[in-house]
């Protein structure tokens, strides 16, 4: 039992020296987060338009159309969309949407042939053949139901295919955001629309053509002044039309 004590004694102070002498354990590394799904990199192309680079030399002049662009949104234009959608019921509303499109198509047929656009010219060619005799006249997007694809082309994108530049941004007066080039190209657009619905429409229908198609346009945009929650509004509607536009040319 004497000879047991000592060698118990020396195996725990052994034990209790390894002990001691062990390294401390190792910290538990940070964890690394993947980069975020909508980081700016990955959203905005690489060649795409900085939002700082936007020619805008009017810009004093052009926030002040803007402002006065947000009053006449908030004090006439949005009141007449309200009364205009509590009035008339949504079938008559799509009924009326769909007969501007028609002569909007009609503007993509006479720019694709400007741009020499043949795929262009035979899918609005036929969305208006189509919707204007079983479409009763456009009121009926029958050319949709069949799955025509439908194009969009105007006089400023025209210019842009043959290599005009877009020139400063303009803030236009109710229309919105703009350029120079869009802007000039509004004159033949609204002309060839105008000669259309005038050869067309009995005068006292023409008369009130204006008005309805200003404000079933206003109906289908859902933007509004001061709602995108950026304090930069300005800025951002500026850098997201040009973005637009650019794309618009290069389709």
Known sequence: MKSIMPRACALLAVALLAACSSAPPKPTPEPVYPEPVFSAERIVPEDSIAITTVYDPWEP??????????????????????????VVPKPARTGVHNFFENF????????????ASPTKLM?????????????????????TS????????????????????????LVLPLLGPSNLRDGAAELPDFALQNYMQGNLLAKPVRATTFLFDSVDTRTNTSFRYYETGSAFEYQTVRWLYSTKREL????
Do not use: C
Request: proline share 5%.
């Open 123 to 143: 899918q609005s060619t036929g969305r208006v053949l189509v919707n204007s005799t079983i479409g009763l006249f456009g009121l009926i997007d029958v050319a």
């Open 61 to 86: 002049m052009n926030m002040r159309i803007y402002n006065f662009n947000y009053h006449f949104d908030q004090w006439v234009f949005l009141p007449v969309v309200r009364g205009w959608q509590a």
């Open 248 to 251: 618009d040319v290069e389709k």
């Open 104 to 115: 909007r198509d009609v503007r993509t047929m006479a720019n694709s042939i400007l741009q």
């Open 146 to 169: 069949m799955g025509m694809a439908k194009p969009d082309e105007d006089f400023g994108q025209t210019l842009g295919r043959w290599g005009v530049p877009t020139g400063p941004y």
